[in-house]
């Protein structure tokens, strides 16, 4: 059904009180316009109010789809019609008279039949077109019984003498989306096999919470874990056996010649661990490491074939900055003054694009000093269109010192929202790490 059904409702109702009250006239005025002109007996019908119907609000229509289809409910309609009569002599018989045959009208017809709708709308020009009749479910007349308050507040709304008057609601309108139905191909195979749905008679593995400590409440957690420490994983039915620790870098989008390019590791939970906590070791060794914020994930192999993944928990992976001997950072010249080269361990991961991520310097003065603002990592040449795009990790980054007044500073590299870890532990207390310092 098109947008033409509301009036051709409107069209249909008027066609049948014409012909079964035979009044000189049924019109489809506003009461206030209805009253103005015109002598003889007539009705006036009035679509004042039109509502949403709740039943067909997320119903598809059932002849439309067929089981497996992407539909798209109708926009499904009620409609409010208000009722006039207009005698022609100076009392109120003429009026009852008409009111009475039109309620008698619309009660015979509770149900507007399909070759009512097509005889009516046959001979109307366009709205011959609204496919009414075809419509799943048909049109019903209902008797609107109104207040005398609301009956009050409607004519006011008009501004125009009160007419005695009825109302009827004429639903269900339904008009169908515009927007295309997908209809996909019949399924071949029922997953790997033919084997169908895979039922595992317990909960999957939830991830709730990443702790950068490698026992729990032993120690303080760091902001953030590097390579070769031990982080804890908590969650709920976390399974002991035959599942497996993923990372995954969030901007490396997989390839068809790459397909598991995302995946940057995979970790074997170690021994301690239960259904409410993971001891997994970054082993540096593991996969193709980058710094930053990566993903990590849980997934459960069984004997389907099929493995199940938990959902993704943000793994803050921050870069060393520095060895035994202390930082691994070197002061160059450069035309607009000092740079400082920082080298990042693991190395810093491209965006899909092969640009890089936000890499910004901190510095923070050993003693009294203004602290210098973070300084942000000078942007490699902006790639020339057609040129391949790089993929290569960066591990070294360059920053310009104009700005920075002379003296000893405590180094961080940020990468998006993750840092250098500067602090070491000290027992069971923090200290600033010494090594991280430079001098300029």
Known sequence: MSELAIAAVTATLRSLLYQAVEVQDVTTLPPDRANQGGSGERLNLFLYHVSHNAAWRNQVIPTRAKAGEVAHPPLGLTLHYLITAYGDDQGLESDHILLGRAMLSMHDHAVIAPDKIQTILSGSGRLSESQLERQFEPVRLTPEPLTVDEMSKLWTTFQTQYRVSTAYQASVVL???KRKTRTPLPVLRRGPENRGVDVTPRMPARLEAVEYRDRRGLESALPAARLGDTITLSGVWLPGVNAQVLVRNPNRQPTPAEPDADIVARLTPLSGSNQDYLYVTLDDFAG????GPLQIMLEERRASGNPRRSAPLMLALAPRIHNESGLTARVTAATTGKQLVVQANPPIARRADGSLPTV????????????????????????????PVLRTPVSEVRFDLKDVAPGGYRVRLRIETVESVIMTRNGVLMDFDELQTVRL
Request: charged letters at 20%; hydrophobic letters at 45%.
């Open 288 to 291: 193709a490491w980058v710094s």
């Open 175 to 177: 008009l169908e989306s």
């Open 360 to 387: 910004m310097l901190i510095l923070t003065p050993m003693g009294a000093g203004e602290v210098p603002d973070p300084i942000k990592a000078q942007l490699e040449a902006p790639r020339q269109e057609g040129a």
